[in-house]
């Protein structure tokens, strides 16, 4: 198999440091990253990004430690401005990320499409691989609980994912297309793997998905598609994997997410602490240790997963 260009998936922090490993691991090689815009949302008239920002952030090595999203050594003159004057504070907006924000906002609106933006910002930021938005058209995620129905952000951040998740709603979905520099990625001769991070099935790669027509794109590549799994010791790293799964009434287990990918897959990386899992999954399965504590880890793994996926033959 060849590893000369890798297409990951990813939603925010999980999958922005398994793109930051294999940015390493791939060495020479390219790396396409096509990233949830899901969780886009309008704010304070400013278009806000947040996983693209923090795939931006991570591979540009100015991510902020401590949350996984925003910049690191941020301050916070803007935000402590705005609660002065009773202006909405829930959604935490720092100073140097606000640049982001402006500039995104003002180049949307002068009708440069997201694509071309993220494109303009990975390059100004010294960033090698291609960082794609799923797609140019909006699709928003819309979460449906016990207290009513939210967009994504209201849910996530500002009711701090409390309310009972009964469903998962992409608005938009049909309108929207994959992005062309996603289907450029997707028929490249040299293509030789495609990794699905370990991002919420649910909430972040669920909404790439949505989009019509991915799903089958993605196979006709006809490349190993592997998946890292989200749940380690059957638990979330960070974010609301676990929870939504119960609610949702799946059973928190990483063999249900296996499942979930079902056909998609060819292969399924599964954390050391869930090993007995092993027998249930129908897919052939490489255990490891996916926990990414420190930048080595996202080494590891990454080298581990495209190995997997290289010893995988090329499906059908
Ligand atoms: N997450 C929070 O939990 N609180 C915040 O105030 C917050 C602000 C924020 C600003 C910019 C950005 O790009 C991301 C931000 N996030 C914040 C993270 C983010 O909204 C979520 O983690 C993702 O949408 C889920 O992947």
């Known amino acids: 198999m060849n590893t000369a260009h890798v297409l990951a998936l990813s939603g925010g922090v999980g999958g922005a440091k398994l793109a930051d490993g294999l940015m390493q691991a791939i060495g020479g090689g390219r790396l396409t990253l096509a990233v949830n815009t899901g969780d886009d949302f309008s704010h304070l008239g400013l278009h806000v990004s947040p996983d693209i920002d923090t795939a931006l952030y991570t591979l540009a090595g100015l991510a902020n430690p401590e949350t996984g999203w925003g910049r690191r050594d941020e301050t916070w003159t803007f935000m402590a401005a705005l609660d002065r004057l009773g202006g909405e504070s829930w959604f935490r907006l720092g100073d140097g990320d606000l640049a982001t924000h402006v500039e995104r906002t003002r180049r949307l609106a002068a009708g440069e499409p997201l694509s071309a933006i993220v494109a303009d910002f990975a390059r100004r930021l010294g960033i090698a691989a291609d960082i794609v938005p799923m797609s140019d058209q909006p699709l928003r995620t819309r979460v ?80 190993p598609i592997v998946a890292v799994s989200p749940l380690v010791g059957g638990a979330t790293v960070k974010g609301p994997t676990a929870k939504i799964m119960a609610e949702l009434g799946i059973p928190v287990a990483a063999d249900e997410i296996a499942h979930h990918y079902g056909e998609l897959l060819d292969g399924f990386v599964l954390d050391v602490r869930d090993a007995a899992l092993r027998a249930r999954i129908a897919r052939p399965v490489h255990v490891t240790d996916t ?22 033959r090329t499906p059908r």
């Open 291 to 312: 926990l990414m504590l420190t930048p080595v880890d996202r080494v590891r793994v990454a080298r581990e997963t495209l190995d997997f996926a290289r010893r995988l």
């Open 144 to 223: 449906h609980t016990d207290d009513g129905v939210f967009d994504f952000q209201d849910y996530f951040v500002r009711l701090q994912c409390r309310p009972v998740t009964r469903s998962i709603e992409f608005v938009g979905a049909q309108q929207a297309r994959p992005c062309a520099a996603l289907l450029r990625a997707l028929a490249d001769p040299a293509l030789g793997a495609i990794v699905i991070c370990p991002s919420n099935p649910y909430l972040s790669i669920a909404p790439i998905l949505a989009v019509p027509g991915l799903r089958e794109h993605l196979r006709a590549a006809g490349v």
